[in-house]
Every structure is written in C-alpha cells, then in structure tokens.
C-alpha cells in the first residue's frame, strides 16, 4: 500500500517537472480569497526589533477561518504548532524546489489535523514538529488545506505567507505576480540623518549624529539647506511604504544612493537567510532604535554586518568627504511593483573649525562626558582664567594625556578620545574630574572574560558584531534593596549569548525560587533564568543591561471559564513553564493560545468517556506548581 502510494505521488509531483522552463513559467495562487482584492498588514523585508519580516502578512478582515488554498502542486514536507512565533504552521515543498509557508492558522485539513492531534497523545506534548512522508498529504493548486487563524505571535487574524528557496532562504512573495494586491504608492521618506565616523569626523562641525528634517514635492523630497560635513560619514534613513487601502507602514525593499550621479550604495530585501537574521541589529542604529523606537536604515555596511543583500561601490557605503567639495546625493527608494520616490540633498565639505565664541565665558563648573561606541567625549564648562582655553588632562595607566578642545558649543568645550589608543581611568580640566567606570575592550572573533566587583562575564567568540569598551557596576539599590548587576554599554547588541556568573551578597535568599530578572529604566522585569551552583547563580543573554535577583514564591494561578473543559491560566512574575492535564491517569491534550492565557482541552478521537478524575497541573518558571482536579 505505501508504494502504491508513492508511485502515485512520484506521477503527481514529475508532471510539475517537465523542464526548467515550466518550473519558472508556472503561477502561484494567491493563497487567500484568490481573485479578490487582499491587502497586507505587512510586507517583505519590514524592520522589527530582532529580525526582518518575512514575507507577507494578508489580512482576513478581522476573522479567522477563512480558507486558505494551496499556492501551487506539492506535498506537506512540515508541521509545526507551538504556542509562539508561527503558531500553527504548515510548510509545502512543490516541484519547483520552493516552499511555500502558511503560518498562524487556525485549522488544518481534516487528514492533517488528525495526524497532528495522534502525534501530540503519542508524544505527549501540545508544541509538536512533525515531518510527513512525500506519500501523506499531497494537494494540487487551489486546493483548500488550512483555515485562516491568529495562532502563535500573531496579533490579530491574518495569514502569514512565504515562498521559500531550495536553501530555505526567503524570497518576496510580491515578485509571484499577485493582482490581488494593489500598490499605486510611492515610499515615504520620514526623515535623513548624517552620523559621523571616526575621530576625525564632523557632521556640521560636531562629532554628532544629527537629524535633518525633509520637504516633500509630490512622491519626491529634499533638504533645503546644503549640510556641512567633513571625514568619514554614514547616511542613515526613516521611511516606510503604504498600499492601496490599507494605512500599514510597511517596509521600503530596496534602497539606491547616487553620489554625483553614480550609482555608489544599493539594499535589496529580497532574499532572506534565517541564520543570519539578528544581522537586522547591525542593519538599523541600535542606539537610536533604543533611545528612540524609530528603525532607520544604514545606507553602508556596519562592522560586523554579514547581510548579502547589499552592493556599495566604495568604502561598504560610506562616504569620505573632502573639504572644499561638494556632493550630490540622491537617495531612491522603490517597491516591489516598481513605485519609485527620491530624496535629494548636498553635502559640502568643511574642515573642522574651532567655533570659539567671541568671549569665553564658562558660567557653570561641571564636566560630564558620553561615548560614542570608541570615541570618548568630554564636556567642560568650568571657570578657568580669563580668555584661556581649557586642558583635559586625561590619565591612561600611568600616563597623562593633555588634550585640547575640538570644538565649541555655545560655552561648553568638547575633548575628543579615541579609546583603541587606550582607556582612560579619569579626566581633570581647570581642577574639576570625572571618573570613567570603563573595564575593557572587548574584541570579536576572541574570548574574554571581564571580572567585575561581585560578578564576571565571560564573552565568546561569537558574542559580538564589533569592538566594545565595557563598564560594569554592582550596588545595592536604595529604593527596593535589590542587587543591581550591569554591564554596558547598552547601546550595542550582542550577536550570540554571552555567560554571566553572579556572586550575590545576600544569604536570605530562597534558591529554589530565585532567579535572575533583566530590568529596565521604567521598573519591569523580564525573566531571565539561572542555575544556582553553591553560592553563585550563572546564566546566559544576548543583551546588556541590569539585572538582578528576584524570588517568585506565588504559584500560578487557574480559573475555570463558563465554558466547559477550559481554563485561564496567569503568572504575575517569572511566566507559565508548563502545563498537564490528565483524565482517570491518562494524559490528555491541552492546547494553549499564550495571548488569551486560555488553554482548553482537546479530546483524543477514541476516548470511552469523558467522566472521572481530572487533574490539572501547572508550573511556573520559577518552580511554583499549582494543581486544580476536579470529577467530570
């Protein structure tokens, strides 16, 4: 019976086969309501906090169970169901090579759904990956295989959809030649910024990001004034593209910079590899993206950015501004049914000056300092004698560097440093000083390990996209006597885990329950996790920041809802682990929808009855179990 079944599917899936040529020919189905207009919440190549989009995201109108049909002849090669990320997932490999992913879904098919739900008792677990045989599931173009859902990560009902490659990397869907969808609108350009790079650098006349604000005329725009500039600059972008009737901000696909009429920098999102998506952290300025929310795009190629889908003439992007010349930079922005905008500007460049106010008058004894990735940047404004310009002296191990200013701002003088040519313990200017709590450089491609006052950190080859210069502190804070651990600079993201080993001075608490908890400026904790070993508790993260140690001690909490064989489950601090259910001892599927702290009951096909002992077990992440039985 099985090779009968195989023969079969050879025969079905090799009359898709006849030539390369039919392969590339041969149409997609617009996997939802097919022959209607559709519009997209979402769209290929979207910049989100860890990742790109992929592929596109069809809007049901708000409902689920809508049907959703095959895109194209082929098998069901996997399924996935989890309570996060895809939800339920449905992968179709066609004879083209490609496959194609409906993901968020509500149902299945009824063969699948079945063979779903039998693998979930046999394993015992709701969250299943599951690789059906070629023979098992196979569908034709048109042919209904899903219902439309908002399982996973989705927030509201949609279909996600993708067209993948061989090399299961993403393709854009929008180059299928969908009608379904209609884009008559031009990207929007939102705002330009200019970031200098480079000690030498200057963006007009500081070592500063800045902002510049657009004109619009039509689909087109332009800066009105002619930006001073001069060394080694990054042009970076915010904008967005619309379709027709529908008010989402999707992503801008691909990007052009002309400098002086030739092409000098190209982004084109339109293939997509899974094992290098967190390059997206490295594509946007993660510093502005935190202290802003706004995701710019990189026009150049920042250290560290192994992304394929860029073409930069000279300099991964960058330019290298002269002084005394002037450049003509055109920025196009296109979608993919070829609507094109462009933003014009001039740059101009000008040897940094020293603006000097006519009379120097510092007013305010302070001196505060920041950093900008390797660039150490003092500011003093302090009473030293009449019409002198003030000294930073900065002191290295055992050395003293004597620093003059760079620039002027107002009455403030700005002191430039870069740190590869060592890190600094202090600065003195005119008898005023500021301490520096910087550990180390931290280099890619090496391990490290930084000791810090009651807690280390051990980074590993991979951990980072580019150099960093760490600071570390351990305090007890005031307002809630918690252990503060942090490590900056925030500013930068980290590429893969990094190992954390804490050695905390309270013996009060409670190790079964007490984890470690990343906080933030705002007062919220984010589980994080640990493993208590004597004394020290260590852990792994991707992120820099604070963190702290917590005891959650509350057990989960289990209401039961009106509607039978169903329950709202809740964790106020560490968050849901897992969950059982059993009816008279044997174990019984409990489907989980994470958004809605819901989980129902999902009988297997051949139960007798449906009376008896029922139990229900919940754990935390922190260890704490609650148990709700009752007799059904």
Not at 102 to 115: C, G, M, T, V, W
Not at 311 to 321: A, F, T
Not at 326 to 337: C, G, R, S
Not at 533 to 539: D, Q, Y
Request: hydrophobic share 35%; with cysteine.
């Amino acid at each position: 019976m099985k090779l009968n079944k195989t023969f079969t599917l050879l025969i079905f899936l090799l009359s898709g086969l006849s030539s390369v040529k039919a392969q590339s020919t041969e149409t997609y189905l617009f996997p939802i309501t097919p022959g209607t207009k559709s519009y997209l919440a979402g769209t290929m190549g979207e910049l989100r906090s860890s990742h790109f989009h992929a592929g596109i995201d069809i809007k049901t109108g708000g409902q689920e169970g809508l049907p959703v049909y095959a895109t194209k002849r082929g098998y069901i090669s996997r399924i996935n169901i989890s309570s996060s990320g895809y939800g339920n997932a449905l992968y179709m490999l066609h004879p083209d090579g490609n496959t194609s992913v409906y993901a968020h879904l509500r149902d299945f098919d009824p063969r699948i759904e079945k063979y779903v739900k039998e693998a979930q008792y046999q394993q015992k677990t709701f969250e299943i990956e599951l690789f059906p045989e070629p023979y098992e599931f196979a569908f034709k173009k048109g042919d209904e295989i899903a219902k439309s859902g908002n399982t996973g990560g989705s927030t509201g009902p949609h279909l996600h959809f993708e067209i993948r490659d061989e090399q299961q990397r993403v393709l854009n869907p929008l180059h299928y030649g969908f009608d379904e969808v209609k884009d008559n609108i031009a990207p929007i350009a939102q705002k330009l910024a200019i970031r200098p790079v480079g000690i030498n650098a200057r963006v007009e006349q500081r070592f500063q990001r800045k902002d510049f604000a657009l004109t619009r005329n039509g689909r087109n725009y332009y800066i009105k004034d002619t930006i001073s500039a001069y060394g080694k600059v990054g042009i970076e972008l915010l904008g967005h593209d619309k379709l027709d009737g529908a008010a989402n901000k999707n992503g801008i696909s691909t990007i052009e910079v002309l400098v002086n009429g030739e092409l000098y920098h190209t982004q084109n999102i339109d293939v997509m590899s899974f094992s290098l998506m967190r390059h997206i952290l490295v594509h946007y300025p993660y510093d502005i993206k935190l202290k802003e929310g706004s995701s710019f795009h990189k026009l150049y190629v920042d250290k560290g950015n192994k992304l394929n889908f860029y073409e930069s003439k000279n300099n991964d992007g960058y330019l290298h501004i002269e002084a005394h010349k002037t450049y003509n930079i055109l920025v196009k922005m296109y979608d993919p049914y070829g609507n094109m905008s462009e933003l014009a500007f001039n740059i101009k460049g000008e040897k940094p000056a020293l603006t000097v106010n006519d009379r120097i008058d510092f007013q305010l004894e302070r001196i505060s300092y920041e950093i900008d990735k390797n660039i150490l940047k003092v500011f003093t404004e302090v009473n030293c004698a009449e019409d002198e310009i003030p000294e930073l002296s900065l002191y290295i191990n055992d050395s003293i560097k004597t620093l003059h200013p760079q620039y002027f701002l107002d009455k403030v003088a700005v002191f430039l440093w870069d740190m590869n040519q060592g890190i600094p313990s202090s600065a003195l200017s005119c008898e005023k000083g500021v301490n520096f709590p910087i550990n180390e450089r931290v280099i890619p491609l090496q391990k490290q390990t930084i000791i810090a006052e009651n807690f280390s950190v051990d980074f590993q080859e991979y951990s980072l996209f580019d150099t960093i210069f760490t600071s570390t502190n351990y305090e007890i804070r005031t307002q809630d006597s918690l252990e503060i651990f942090s490590i900056e600079p925030i500013s930068e993201p980290l590429k893969s885990n990094i190992h954390i080993n804490l050695m905390p001075q309270f013996s009060h608490y409670n190790k079964e329950h007490t984890h470690v908890y990343q906080t933030d400026d705002a007062g919220n904790f984010s589980f994080v996790g640990g493993s208590w070993n004597n004394e020290t508790i260590n852990f792994s993260t991707r992120s820099l920041g604070e963190f702290t140690l917590l005891t959650d001690s509350i057990p989960p909490t289990i209401t039961i809802r009106e509607a039978r064989y169903s329950f709202i489950i809740k964790d106020e601090l560490s968050g849901i682990d897992s969950y059982s259910a059993s009816l008279n001892g044997q174990w019984i599927l409990l489907k989980y929808e994470p958004k809605l702290n819901l989980i129902w009951i999902e009988w297997p096909d051949d139960l007798k009855t449906k009376s008896g002992d029922f139990n229900l077990t919940l754990k935390d992440k922190a260890g704490n179990q609650s148990i709700y039985t009752s007799k059904f």
